[in-house]
């Protein structure tokens, strides 16, 4: 597997579809509603486009599990995972905390990872065994231990029904116990942030794989435990994802357990 073509290929797709966010960043949106506030604009539809164009241009034989458009078919065993806009809710309200997520499988495990903010211009890679940067500058998560010492982050499904009344029980435990809680609305960022030691841990909910598979590798690479709310194994593929700089991790995933 030649890495640094799939590398070269993400880092330039992206750099196109950051282009086509920062156009469209602060201007009217078209929005259509997926879900009562499940969102998606022009924008989220362009940078998809665009990064499954030249995807597919370098690597036509290749699979693609994108947010907006689904799979377009390829070979089983070389997936690209694809958000083309994470945060559209706050990318529609003016809000900077948003970005676009490109990640690379090979039979199914996770190899490369890519997360950029095309604002704020920060750029998160990872690369299965070969770390993780920012900006080009390894990154590693915090050496913070106590858990009310730790800032953690969360985010909320957009089908909240189902599910209030244990979401709020532990985000209730969590706030309690930790130094702060934020809820930013980008699970790829947050994952990010982990990474750097901006947050001492994150969990969420209900995800999609292409909320976490760049962020995935991000944060593991940076040496983040990565796993479900019972401290079980995570995959792309669970409804449930805590990812933390590993000296809180059990702590956090028993206040998680209900």
Request: charged share 20%; net charge negative.
């Amino acid at each position: 597997m030649d890495l640094e073509s799939i590398r070269a290929v993400a880092l330039a797709s992206a750099a196109r579809a950051g282009e086509i966010l920062r156009h469209y960043w602060g201007k009217r949106h078209t929005i259509e509603k997926k879900g009562p506030i499940d969102l998606v604009t022009e924008a989220d539809l362009a940078s998809e486009r665009t990064i499954i164009q030249l995807i597919r241009l370098a690597f036509p034989e290749h699979k693609v599990l994108a947010e907006e458009s689904g799979i377009t078919l390829g070979s089983d065993s070389h997936e690209w995972i694809i958000d083309p806009l994470d945060g559209t809710t706050n990318y529609a309200h003016g809000l900077p905390e948003f970005c676009l997520s490109v990640a690379f499988a090979y039979e199914g495990k996770l190899l490369f990872g890519l997360v950029l903010n095309p604002v704020t211009e920060e750029l998160f890679c990872g690369a299965t065994g070969h770390g993780a940067t920012l900006n080009d500058q390894p990154i590693r998560v915090s050496r913070t231990q106590p858990l009310n010492e730790s800032l953690l982050v969360t985010g909320f499904p957009y089908k909240l029904s189902p599910v209030i009344n244990p979401l709020m029980e532990r985000f209730k435990r969590c706030l309690m116990a930790a130094q702060g809680v934020r809820r930013l609305g980008s699970a790829a960022l947050d994952l990010c942030y982990v990474a750097c030691g901006r947050f001492e841990g994150f969990w969420e909910q209900d995800l999609a794989p292409w909320d976490t598979a760049a962020g995935l590798v991000i944060a593991q690479e940076a040496g983040a435990s990565v796993s479900d709310f019972s401290n079980q194994p995570y995959a792309i593929e669970n409804k449930e994802i805590l990812a933390t700089n590993g000296l809180i991790h059990e702590e956090l995933a028993n206040l998680l357990r209900l």
